[in-house]
Nanobody, 122 residues
Framework: QVQLVESGGGLVQAGGSLRLSCAAS????????VGWFRQAPGKEREFVAA????????YDVDSVKGRFSISRDNAKKTVYLQMNSLKPEDTAVYYC???????????????WGQGTQVTVSS
């Protein structure tokens, strides 16, 4: 059984930065694709970024491309989401999720963390 734990969320002013971490236990982490999704109050969960087991990356171009960066450290079984130039509209609960090898922009991941709150003040 794979367990995912997110950390690194918090309150930041617009223009600031945060780095989210997604630590995994169980399973063969290097084989997993890991995605980040976010959900703002009253809105559907939306795709942010994902990284495959072979380090291919995928971003939601419209909202985060050029500001967010996803990376992974297989030795630490951790995936990171570096978020720069944050905007108030980035405020949401951020979730990481894992599935077998191939990235997806859909929430069809097998394992999910509990989420970490990111709040960006204007």
């Amino acid at each position: 059984q794979v367990q995912l734990v997110e950390s690194g969320g918090g309150l930041v002013q617009a223009g600031g930065s945060l780095r989210l971490s997604c630590a995994a236990s169980g399973g063969t982490f290097s084989a997993f694709a890991v995605g980040w999704f976010r959900q703002a109050p009253g809105k559907e969960r939306e795709f942010v970024a994902a990284i495959s087991g072979s380090d291919d990356t995928l971003y939601d171009v419209d909202s985060v491309k050029g500001r967010f960066s996803i990376s992974r450290d297989n030795a630490k079984k951790t995936v990171y989401l570096q978020m720069n130039s944050l905007k108030p509209e980035d405020t949401a609960v951020y979730y990481c999720a894992a599935r077998g090898f191939v990235v997806s922009t859909m929430p069809n991941y097998d394992y999910w963390g509990q989420g970490t709150q990111v709040t960006v003040s204007s």
